[in-house]
């Protein structure tokens, strides 16, 4: 019996122990680091970073700063301080100055309004899991460019279509315009002839000439 008790107890001991101890967080590279998108208030925890590479990171949160933001791309001095973790406006003046050397961000500083102005910035390297959300919004893009395409394919069919038959029924109005006039032309020759006295007279000096041999013409009374 004690010989079991002591088996267990060492064995209880020790998961005791591993219920209790923490887990190891694998540390992150430097790199790693750099490429993640540091939400602000988190820069002074990165204060064993060399310089260079905190510089560097204080540069890329300033982009993704300037891409989060809704204030017509102004980014007012204060609210950069405070996310960037600095302590003077001379600093924030360098690290946006070296941005711009470095081509990571195209700005102007106003001392005077006491703001950035962006005009353009580079992009950030893109998370692994966003990636299956941009492939399904380019895929959705896709589908609807295919769509308007087969839409726009048919509802041009249609208007060609109705342009031929519009064509037609012109080219048959202008054929019906064209045989009414010359039909009333026609009708006018007829009228003014039948109201012509010379032409009235050729044609009954006509009509006798043609009288058979021997026939006599009717007495005028």
Same mark, same amino acid.
């Given at each position: 019996m004690l010989r079991v008790v002591n088996r267990i107890l060492p064995r209880a001991t020790s998961l005791r122990a591993l219920s209790t101890e923490k887990p190891k967080v694998p540390k992150k590279s430097k790199e790693e680091i750099m490429k993640e998108k540091t939400p602000a208030g988190k820069l002074d925890d990165l204060v064993n970073l060399p310089p260079a590479? @905190?510089?560097k990171l204080q540069q890329l949160s300033l982009i993704t700063l300037a891409a989060n933001s809704t204030s017509n791309?102004?980014?007012p001095y204060a609210d950069v301080i405070q996310y960037l973790? @600095?302590?003077s406006v001379r600093e924030l003046e360098d690290i946006v100055i070296d941005a711009i050397y470095n081509k990571l961000i195209k700005a102007r500083l106003d001392s005077k309004g006491q703001f950035i102005e962006v005009d353009d910035w580079a992009s950030r390297d893109t998370p692994a899991n966003n990636i299956p959300a941009i492939v399904n919004l380019l895929t959705e893009f896709a589908q609807s460019a295919a769509d308007v395409r087969q839409h726009t394919l048919v509802d041009a069919d249609r208007r060609d279509a109705q342009v031929t038959a519009e064509r037609k029924r012109a080219q048959q109005a202008e054929a019906?315009?064209?045989a009414a006039r010359k039909a009333l032309d026609e009708s006018v020759m007829a009228t003014m002839n039948s109201h012509d006295p010379a032409t009235s007279t050729r044609a009954?000096?006509?009509r006798?000439?043609?009288q058979r041999p021997g026939q006599t013409a009717p007495a005028s009374k």
């Open positions: 590479a @905190l510089r791309r102004q980014l973790g @600095l302590s019906d315009l064209i009954k000096a006509s006798t000439g043609r």
